[in-house]
């Protein structure tokens, strides 16, 4: 049963533009989600979260919002860069525990 | 880099054996965390420590053990190995269990069972 849902496993944007991922989910007890960026031999690398009480979070070129009501949340990277291309993980947590439950990953390529 | 090291970077083993992956926490982190990644079935939490003590369990298989030694240095046992169980084994580790602590991944152990 995958609880958190990746749909797009991969994604090609032109250099400059807006790369936006998808990521569906269908527990509605999470209460934390998190987006991840992973290069191949590397381990995933934080980029930036949101809790369930907000719809949207900043941090420089990225920003992830969240749509409680249609289980849905979105990070979108302004504007690409080539050293974006990488894989993208959304990850989800509930409130008791930490762990994370992951998507299947969206691979981006940003080309320049 | 993250702050969490592991050890060792790539094992290649046969079935049947025993193998042991090691996890250095980022300074001052109390959780540590192991996950796996097969290419079936994405990135799969297996098990949580918190201060020395089990906080969490997923899929973890009968097989497998893990503990947080006093030092906070953690270990993921694997034994009676399959080819099955070849993958990626990544450690992460935050300041606490709590919703907003960050996961802060190593960068993994590639583990090959021929």
């Given at each position: ?25 269908t527990?509605?007890?999470?209460d ?5 960026k992973k ?5 995933p690398t ?14 420089g070129?990225?920003t ?7 289980k849905?949340?979105?990070l ?7 050293g ?7 990850a ?9 439950i ?10 320049p | 880099?993250s ?12 079935t ?7 996890c250095?926490p980022?300074s ?5 965390y ?5 290419l ?8 949580q420590y ?10 973890i ?14 270990e ?12 990626l084994?990544f ?9 907003a ?7 993994g152990t590639r583990?090959?069972?021929?």
């Open positions: 049963d995958q609880q958190v849902k990746q749909n797009s496993p991969s994604l090609s944007v032109q250099e400059g533009r807006i790369s936006i991922l998808n990521c569906d989910y527990n509605s007890m999470f934390y989600f998190l987006w991840y290069y191949p031999a590397e381990g934080f980029l930036i979260s949101i809790s369930s009480i907000k719809d949207k979070n900043e941090d070129r990225f992830v919002f969240l749509n409680k009501s249609a849905h949340l979105s979108h990277i302004v504007p690409s860069q080539p974006d291309s990488a894989v993208y993980f959304c989800a947590k509930y409130n008791q525990g930490g762990k994370l992951f998507g299947q990953g969206t691979e981006l390529s940003v080309k | 880099d702050g969490v090291t592991q050890t060792p970077k790539h094992l290649i083993t046969a049947g054996q025993r193998v042991t992956l090691r250095s980022r001052g982190d109390l959780s540590v192991w996950y796996q990644q097969s079936d079935q994405g990135l799969q939490f297996l098990i918190y201060n020395g003590e089990e906080r969490a369990k997923g899929n298989l009968e097989r497998f053990s893990a503990q947080q030694f006093p030092d906070l240095h953690s993921l046992n694997l034994s009676s190995l399959e080819l099955g169980d070849s993958a084994y450690c992460a580790s935050s300041v606490g269990p709590s919703l602590d960050t996961q802060y991944f190593g960068p583990l090959t069972v021929l």
